[in-house]
């Protein structure tokens, strides 16, 4: 078995956006798991996403073996009005059957309409997207190239099994908030 680092590029308006993603799944599947990204997962992915956002391609990366597959992805988001702020994202919160802040993940995505949310929290459409999203990404994704969906440790080079996924109702920043970082 192999970890595949998964980076999803696109962009909204001028600004580039990644996602990284781990699957585990048998040697030399880089190419299956670039290609499958935009079918399983592109519909769910591009619900939740602005018309400002397109996608653009997805790097697939051996973590053993270093031998990489990209594919182009294509599609605009489908929410028609604004897009928030860069910093303004969706939140998944992943989880494993471990306990322990080592054993939890989370994804910001970035590039949602700024009608699909009020007040800082995400509309029911919204939230039903992102649950679609969370499914594809842990169960439909991975079982198009036999795999799974896991949570990486970079020291160890091991990786958990996410069993979970909570989908945040908040409008998340990823600004920093610290004294002398951001205005």
Known sequence: MAIYRCAVHYECGTVDMYNIYHITAADNQEGA????????????????????????????????????ATAVLTGSG????????????????????????????????????????????????????????????RQSWPASCSGTFVLYHAGSGLSDTITTALIRDTVYTQRRRTLGYGI
């Open 33 to 68: 798991i670039a290609n499958s990204f935009q079918s399983v997962v592109g519909p769910s992915l591009l619900a939740c996403l602005s018309t400002a956002t397109t996608l653009l391609d997805i790097t697939v990366t051996d973590l053993g073996s270093h031998t990489q």
């Open 78 to 137: 489908t929410y028609v009005g604004d897009p928030l702020p860069p910093q303004c994202a969706a939140v998944i919160s992943w989880r494993t059957a471990k306990v322990g802040r080592a054993y939890r993940g989370r994804t910001y995505i970035g590039g949602a309409g700024e009608g699909q949310q009020n007040n800082g929290q995400w509309g029911a459409n919204m939230l039903t997207y992102m649950g679609s999203l969370a499914t594809a990404l």
